[in-house]
């Protein structure tokens, strides 16, 4: 598990620590999350109810697939 310096960008941090995450790509209404990529590094975040963490993009692409298809 890596510390929380150790993920993302400083830049994808901070919008995380003032409550304006990186922009939302895809939503699981079942699994109460929602896939966020941040815009300067290109990491992809898993929020859930109480955190977000960051996720692979083989992991992001196997839970929302729909955030990959074209168009």
Known sequence: ???WQ???CT?????????????EIAIDVKGHTALHRCAECGSYW???ERYADVITEEAARQRYP???EPG
């Open 66 to 68: 729909n955030a990959f």
């Open 11 to 23: 830049a994808c941090r901070r919008a995380w620590e003032t409550g304006q995450p990186p922009p």
């Open 46 to 48: 898993e929020q859930h």
């Open 6 to 8: 150790q993920k993302g």
């Open 1 to 3: 598990m890596h510390s």
